[in-house]
């Protein structure tokens, strides 16, 4: 069973800096993707970044240049640095873990960001 655990959310001014942490539980953690996923209330979720097993990342268009998705597989853990933040940016962000045809979620963290 696998379990993933955000961290690192909260209260920033625009222009400030946050980093998310996910740990997750179980071997297959650093076998799988890990996403970063973010849902305002209204809206649908959206896709932030992604990494591989290996390390290769993907961006959001909104995010390119301002965040930066990271992993630490002896820790397990999949980091968000989050700069030049946006009030647009303000959602609960989720983290995701995909290995071959299973997805798993985190409970979310709220990130708000004030202008």
């Known amino acids: 069973q696998v379990q993933l655990v955000e961290s690192g959310g909260g209260l920033v001014q625009a222009g400030g800096s946050l980093r998310l942490s996910c740990l997750g539980s179980?071997?297959?953690?650093?076998?799988?993707?890990v996403g970063w996923y973010r849902q305002d209330p209204g809206k649908q979720r959206e896709l932030v970044a992604t990494?591989?097993?290996?390390?290769?990342?993907n961006y959001a268009d909104s995010v390119k240049g301002r965040f930066t998705i990271s992993r630490d597989n002896a820790k397990n853990t999949v980091y968000l640095q989050m700069d030049s933040l946006k009030p647009e940016d303000t959602a609960v962000y989720y983290c995701?873990?995909?290995?071959?045809?299973?997805?798993?979620w985190g409970q979310g963290t709220q990130v708000t960001v004030s202008s």
């Open positions: 995701n873990l995909r290995y071959r045809w299973d997805d798993y």
């Open positions: 179980g071997s297959i953690f650093r076998l799988g993707a």
């Open positions: 990494i591989t097993s290996i390390g290769v990342t």
